[in-house]
């Protein structure tokens, strides 16, 4: 790396990083009360919070993961694009209204609107405090990786620099901050983005007939780049990580506690269709990233950088713009991750203390006062926890942790969350069971899966023969989650048909019958 670009990375990453302290200080000026830390008070718009989600969900392992699948896979790399969208489609028609219209802060508050129970919320709370803590690592151990290739750092170092910033975040702005800094962040993003497909698109005459034509040839791949086949040969496989993509977005802590940041289930739908189409436009733009990075950089190059091929995009950046785009890439990246683990932080230090603190040991006897000092405890030990696990995991592959983390969204909290709003004999004991049968069948069949066990040495964690063929396990644990409550359910007598009513009511209507003078 030459002293000149070395010094752009370092002014954009200042940049960034000022920023986002600026809006930290002022969020913390508006941070007061309970709700303020974890909902920003319910005060954001549609558009900023479609922003904010599609802030959140972009992550890094969507922006550079991605880029760099479709760079060494050509359409197999794409699958992820279309399983991330369609998954929103999910979250709009299913669980955006109800979900908004039940919950207060967490999604335990939403399950607990029909069943008030201590295990349901402690389950709750256990599922998504997993969920957090498996896309934490993830995202730590690439952020180390990022900054540790770009400032020439060591890796511990880089790790520590990201876990005190999305720290500082939480503790100080509690969601507002979280909230303005992953809006700034999707824009940046897509700014990044459409700035590198124009000019990929200019390299190609501005045709894309052309590129797919020149692209037959570009890979020593052949033709075969543009069919699917190439990474995915096990259909099986490829529809079990579809599932856990499309159905696990829904369940995942940190996007669904962004529906409770606006004021109503109108607001909460409007912003699910902005962060659609925000997240729509971007996917499709990760066509001509990873086109690009195949025709302009290589695939030697790429692997050389980062054997996943998460360095395509910035590579590419590189290759086109030079060090200005590279370095302003490289530091949208980074304000990438700083934003989606903020957001994580917040989803799980509210597990822990709005949830186990505040309404399970404390039986929701807590002062404001209390409840945020709680929350800024609980952000502090999820960060610890995440640092710690994230220092120890720099050698393994971790693009499996977040699929994982979607796996378990999809297994555990998807069926407790349908069957809490559509199914009137629901019960307490399925809930829990519902749960608990996805949680561990995910975990105990990803424990047995070949990213753990491969019988060549390196190649995973230990050596060994996996049980099972699937990557992700999600064409076997999410119905095994569904089953769990439907069976739970069954299995006990008990029936709470006139909550259910009123359940049915307030998730459709947002009006609750404590309202309705009688």
């Known amino acids: 790396m030459t002293n000149g670009m070395s010094f752009t990375a370092i002014f954009f990453f200042v940049a960034i990083v000022g920023l986002t302290l600026v809006i930290t200080w002022w969020a913390s000026k508006r941070t007061s009360s309970a709700s303020d830390f974890y909902t920003a008070g319910g005060g954001l718009t549609g558009w900023q919070n479609g922003l904010a989600i599609a802030g959140d969900y972009l992550s890094a392992a969507s922006f550079l993961g991605i880029a760099g699948a479709v760079a060494l896979f050509g359409f197999d790399g794409f699958f992820f694009s279309i399983g991330y969208l369609v998954a929103y489609l999910v979250v709009l028609y299913i669980v955006a209204e109800p979900l908004r219209n039940l919950g207060k802060f967490t999604l335990a508050d939403m399950i607990t609107a029909r069943f008030d129970s201590s295990k349901v919320r402690g389950t709750a709370a256990l599922s998504t405090i997993t969920i957090v803590l498996f896309y934490m690592i993830a995202q730590l151990v690439g952020a180390g990786a990022l900054i540790q ?39 940046l993003l897509m700014l990044g983005t459409v700035i590198i497909s124009f000019l990929v698109l200019k390299e190609f005459g501005f045709s894309i007939t052309t590129m797919f034509k ?11 780049y543009l069919n699917p086949g190439l990474k995915y040969q096990n259909g099986i496989d490829t529809i079990s990580m579809l599932i856990a993509l499309v159905l696990g977005t829904a369940g995942l802590p940190h996007i669904l506690m962004r529906f409770f940041t606006v004021k109503d289930a109108k607001t909460a739908r409007s912003s699910v269709i902005w962060a659609t189409w925000i997240v729509g436009i971007f996917y499709i733009l990760t066509i001509f990233l990873g086109f690009g990075a195949a025709k302009f950089v290589g695939k030697e190059e790429i692997i050389a950088a980062n054997a996943a091929g998460n360095m395509a995009a910035p590579l590419l950046a590189e290759a086109l713009g030079g060090d200005i785009l590279f370095s302003f890439v490289c530091a949208v990246a980074f304000a990438t991750i700083l934003a989606v683990v903020a957001g994580l932080v917040l989803s799980g230090a509210s597990a822990l203390s709005h949830d186990i603190y505040g309404q399970i040991i404390k039986k929701g006897n807590v002062t404001e006062k209390e409840q945020v000092l709680a929350a800024r405890i609980g952000s502090i030990t999820i960060a610890i926890i995440s640092i710690l696990l994230a220092l120890g995991a720099q050698t393994l592959n971790v693009a499996f942790l977040v699929s ?56 995973a964690i230990f050596v060994g023969n996996p049980l099972i063929n699937l990557t992700n396990p999600a064409i076997i644990s999410v119905p095994l989650g569904f089953l769990g409550g439907f069976i739970g359910t069954l299995l006990s007598k008990e029936s709470d048909a006139k909550k259910y009513r009123e359940v049915e009511v307030k998730a459709n209507t947002g009006i609750s019958v404590q309202d309705v003078s009688h």
Do not use: H
């Not at 020149?214 to 075969?224: K, W």
């Not at 998807?414 to 519902?434: D, E, Q, S």
């Open 214 to 224: 020149e692209m037959e040839t570009a890979t020593d791949s052949g033709a075969a």
């Open 149 to 187: 290739l770009l400032l020439g750092i060591d890796y511990w170092i880089a790790v520590l620099i990201v876990g005190v910033m999305m720290t500082t975040y939480v503790l100080f702005g509690g969601m507002t901050a979280t909230s303005w800094v992953q809006i700034i962040k999707a824009c």
């Open 404 to 459: 994982l983390a979607f796996c378990i969204a999809g297994s555990a909290n998807l069926p407790v969350i349908i069957y809490t709003i559509y199914w009137k004999r629901f019960n307490t004991a399925g809930a829990v069971t519902a749960m608990l049968t996805g949680l561990i069948s995910a975990l105990v069949l990803v424990a047995v899966s070949p990213n753990i066990w491969n019988p060549v040495e390196g190649k």
